[in-house]
Structure formats: C-alpha cells, structure tokens
C-alpha cells in the first residue's frame, strides 16, 4: 500500500510533536480513510491475491507490521486455540454471521486500542475527558500562530487546521472536550456517519491541487504515483495503468473527466458495501473444502492457515501473539 508521508518541517517542530495526529494514508480510496479496512480492490490487486488483507481482518491488524516469525505448525495450533471465540454458539461450526461478526469485533477492537494508546499522551490531567488544549499542547508543542505561518511550517499549519476541523465535529455535544467514544470518532472518522463529510473534504484537500472542487484523471494518478519519485522511469508500472482504467470505467461515473464531491464520497467510501459481510463471504469461499454447506470446521480453518494467519516470513495477525486469546 502507498502511504502518505508526513514532512517533519523544523527541528523546532520536530522536537515538540509528541505524537502526529491520525492522517489519511495515500492509495486507494479505503488507504486514505487511514486505518480502517482495506478496499477489495486492494483485497485483489490486479489478478493477485492480497493475504496480508486477510490476515488483518480477521486476527485485527491494521497495520501492516511485521511480528515475530511462526513456524506453519506454530501458527495452525495457534489459530486452532483461536477458533472457539469465534464460534460462539459453540456447534463445532464457524457461520458466515459468526465471521463476519468477528471481523468486525476486530476491527472495533483496533479503533479502541488505538484510541487508548493516544488517549494516555494526551489527558494530561487524567480526569477521563480530552480538551482541545491538551490536545494542541501534546501534539503541536509550543508552536504559535505566528511560527505557523512561516513557509517551512505550512504542512504543520495543515495538520493543525485539520485536526481543528475534525475536533469541532467530533465535539457532538459541543462541551469543548471529548469522550473517548468522540475521541474515536476523531481518529477514524471514516467509522462513525456524522464525520465521512470530513473524509470527503479531506480527500479533496489533497488531491484537488488546482482547488476546482474535483479530481482530475491526473490529480488521482498523480496522489498515488507522484512524479518526483518517477521522474526517471521511461515506462508506466501496470498497476498505474490499470487505475487509469478504473478512474474512466467505475471512479467518473458522469464521464465528464473528473470525480465531483459524489464521486469521490463513492470511492472512498462505497454504499452499501458491507466489509465484514464481504471478508466473510471470502473466507468461507476460500475454506469450505469439505461438504460445501457454507460453515466452516476448525480442521477447514486450520488448513487454510496461510490465508486465515500467515506463517513464517510473511505479516501475520497480532492476535495470534496474543496470549491473553488462549
């Protein structure tokens, strides 16, 4: 996955951000609502199959990181100590609304940790709320309003001002603190209804270079392919060619040679488009092996471990480092 690089600007900087705000990673549509569930064009990328895909979405990582290595039998009698949480009625049987109820426990899992592992740096006081104060202070440091409109600063003023918009919004109750339930909805706006209008302007805060309220067929080549790193190469990567071909067949719906706001809300935010249900539907169709009755056994499960975990040499789900799991 291409991801979007922040610019640390200054020593001064530097040295005072504790921890940069949450940012929507550059690539698909489902990349740049950060860290939320991949898209399935990144599930199958061209006529490859994407595992790592699998693996996060079902064990609940959603970064893509590397853990300690797994031997194949490691991890099959790993995720065999795994299968009874998912089944939860306990039948010897895993349904497609089991797994797609433990894709999405895993992903909720994801967001709280995630908002847990920030919340500790940013209450200062400790008293249970976060106010947009100690927020600025252990993210932005000291840099004042007039630091921030010098040149070198102006990725930090953006982050700044994002930040400030997404706050205001999360802010539901308008009590100028928030919980950690706002909190989330602050870091993964993509999740929570009342916060993807801040995706889409967001997305188009980035893309729209030339500010005409849309997306060029080459403003959406080059976020994901920027010229600077392929000055030098004389020809086009397929997969580059391949997004042209989705911009005119599926992303500019109108045909008019760009994505208006509705056509990017579409892309990087798809309608009726379930993930877990859809994960889920793979998984079975991947594993049913046996009597094809669209339920999975633990023996179907650990068969296709390769799919469900990963093993040795490739990223594998944290979950199954977990020993708290078993």
Same mark, same amino acid.
């Given at each position: ?206 893309? #729209? @270079?030339? !500010? =005409? +309220?849309?997306?060029?067929?080459? *403003?959406?080549? &080059?976020?994901?392919? $920027? /010229? ?23 992303? #500019? @719906?109108? !045909? =008019? +040679?760009?994505?208006?706001?509705? *056509?990017?809300? &579409?892309?990087?935010? $798809? /309608? ?55």
């Amino acid at each position: 996955m291409r991801s979007l690089t922040l610019l640390c600007v200054t020593a001064l900087c530097a040295a005072c951000i504790v921890a940069l705000p949450s940012r929507p990673k550059k690539g698909t549509g489902a990349d740049r609502v950060h860290d939320s569930q991949p898209s399935d064009e990144a599930h199958h990328a061209g006529s490859e199959h994407n595992s790592n895909y699998d693996h996060d979405a079902f064990l609940g990582s959603e970064e893509a990181k590397k853990f300690q290595a797994l031997t194949p039998e490691q991890s099959r009698e790993r995720l065999r100590k795994l299968v009874p949480r998912v089944d939860v009625d306990k039948d010897g049987y895993v349904t497609e609304d089991e797994l797609k109820n433990w894709v999405r426990f895993t992903q909720h899992r994801y967001i709280m940790e995630d908002v847990g592992r920030q919340w500790t740096t940013h209450d200062i006081d400790q008293d249970g709320m976060l106010t947009w104060p100690e927020y600025r202070n252990t993210t932005y440091g000291p840099l004042t309003e007039q630091q921030m409109e010098q040149p070198e600063n102006a990725q930090y003023k953006k982050l700044f001002h994002r930040d400030q918009n997404r706050w205001r919004k999360a802010d539901s109750n308008n009590d100028q603190s928030l919980t950690k339930e706002e909190y989330a909805s602050f870091l993964h706006p993509e999740e929570y209804e009342h916060m993807k209008v801040l995706v889409v302007d967001e997305t188009l805060e980035d893309i #729209d @270079k030339d !500010k =005409d +309220g849309s997306i060029s067929l080459q *403003e959406y080549i &080059d976020d994901m392919y $920027p /010229p600077s790193e392929h000055k030098d190469s004389a020809t086009e990567p397929d997969w580059v060619k391949s997004e042209r071909e989705q911009f005119g067949t599926y992303r #500019d @719906k109108n !045909k =008019d +040679g760009k994505m208006d706001r509705e *056509e990017v809300k &579409d892309w990087i935010i $798809p /309608p009726d488009y379930d993930h877990a249900e859809a994960e889920a539907k793979h998984l079975i169709y991947e594993s049913d092996t046996g009597e094809k009755d669209g339920k999975l056994t633990a023996d179907e499960i650990v068969d296709k471990y390769d799919l469900f975990a990963g093993s040795q040499a490739t990223d594998y789900g944290e979950a199954l480092n977990r020993h708290e799991e078993f």
